[in-house]
């Protein structure tokens, strides 16, 4: 079974600055998915950023972006230019690329990021 | 584009009630999960559904039921309350149509956050 690892239960950072948020995984698979979710204290989960395992680019979203070491079995999140809506919990999620199971994700216990103003 | 909604937003049922859950997939999507999240834990995926059946379902009991109706809406019943099954429960929607066309992204509603006494 897939397990995430999410070995920082609360990280903070100033306004503007930027922090890295960690995640190991554990798989026997050659083909997932990883995820970064983002959940604010409304509680509503939103995907901040998608990674294939078969692509050897990082994935980046505007100020979001990861590092992807797919031997080490490591996705971390960096966030630059940190602003204060990016407070929130943050969840590490994989899901595996099989087709011919259910696209369920395997979350992380998640992250607390404060940003202190 | 209509994102996924959850109704009610809270609940509470008393030990050995019934409760029903209902969520309303995002247009154009297929596939709903769906994931319990005790306070400060990470989801955990439930079940899901594709197609109007059961495709793949994680560590839960039999008292965790689900239907997904011919317009991809979903519920999930839960018999027998236990002081344990309080927790936010997560819908997320996604759209499979085989792996050259999958999203494989999942979004999420703002849960239901469900309280057993």
């Known amino acids: 079974a897939q397990t995430v690892t999410q070995s920082q239960p609360e990280m903070s950072v100033q306004e503007a600055e930027t922090v890295t948020l960690s995640c190991t995984y554990d798989t026997s698979e050659s083909d997932y998915y990883l995820f970064w979710y983002k959940q604010p204290p409304s509680r509503q989960m939103i995907l901040v950023i998608r990674q294939e395992a078969y692509k050897q680019q990082n994935a980046t979203e505007n100020r979001f972006s990861v590092n992807f070491q797919k031997a080490a079995k490591s996705f971390s999140l960096k966030i630059s230019d940190s602003q204060l809506g990016d407070a929130a919990m943050y969840f590490c999620a994989y899901r595996s690329g099989w087709q011919g199971g259910s696209e369920k994700l395997v979350f992380g216990k998640g992250t607390k990021l404060t940003v202190n103003p | 584009e209509t994102g996924v909604t959850q109704s009610p937003t809270h609940l509470i049922k008393t030990r050995g009630q019934q409760v029903t859950l209902r969520c309303s997939s995002q247009?154009?999507?297929?596939?709903v999960s769906w994931y319990q999240q005790a306070l400060g834990q990470g989801p955990q995926f439930i079940f899901q559904y594709y197609r109007e059946e059961e495709n793949g379902r994680g560590n839960f009991p039999p008292r965790f039921s689900g239907l997904q109706f011919p317009n991809y809406s979903s519920e999930l019943n839960v018999n027998a309350l236990e002081l344990d099954d309080s927790a936010l429960y997560l819908c997320a929607s996604s759209f499979n149509g085989g792996r050259a066309r999958s999203s494989y992204e999942q979004y999420f509603g703002p849960g239901t956050r469900l309280t057993v006494t």
């Open positions: 247009s154009g999507h297929n596939t």
